[in-house]
């Protein structure tokens, strides 16, 4: 029986959800990381899993067009220069969400806890690398191809961390400062977002009032995020931030795998 998007659309609903993305714009604007809050969070307001991937896709769409555009009119991104890279994210991401699509609810219910969860730890733990910047970095295609494929493939099956991903890898293979690390990431992640964006929407797999209410919600709080972050206020939200991740985790861990035990 095919699911209609509209048993979720009252204004109770879509409130809590707009006021998550909101949120999640907010902490993604000075932490990184929105999507590990959107999707456990559409999740436990009890849409069916590829649903939820197709809608958070339209969601994060609105924050990494803001963002890429951004990075791209202060100069801080070259589309020339990394056109092999936007290329294979979106090839990537197109794979990922046909697999993604393919994929049996029951399995991505149980795997998708546990990706978020695992995201979390890394955002967590990790220390992000410094590199030496270069301003007229050319960066090679043989490393574009690999990094857009893997990174696109991953962020069309799932996404959470994915643009934490981005910027970590970038520093690593490239002599690039952190904020052209960061106007690389977020512009490959439109790129996969869009892509995958398309491959549910052709599907039927996008809740669409949701997501578009959701979007607009994410936009508002990355704008007040980002004049936050000017302020210094990154220390305070980050472990905000995490224990939310483990408490939207633990909440699904215990709704798919030992509440069905």
Known sequence: MPFSAELFLDPTTLALLAGVAFLAGFIDAIAGGGGLLTIPALLTAGLPPHLV?????LCATFGSATASFTFFRRRLFSPGAWRHGLVATGIGATLGALFAHHLPASWLNQALPVIV???GLYM???RTPTAVADADCRPAARRQWPQGLGLGFYDG????????FWTVSSLLLYPLDLLRASGVARSMNFVSNAAALTVFALHGQVAWLLGISMG???MTGAYLGARAAIGGGARFIRPLFILMVMALTLRLVWQHWIGQA
Do not use: Q, R
């Open 157 to 164: 099956v799932a996404g959470p961390g994915t643009g934490a």
């Open 216 to 218: 607009l919600a994410l």
């Open 117 to 119: 969860f695992c995201c």
């Open 53 to 57: 991937l197709g809608t958070n896709k």
């Open 124 to 126: 967590l733990l990790a």
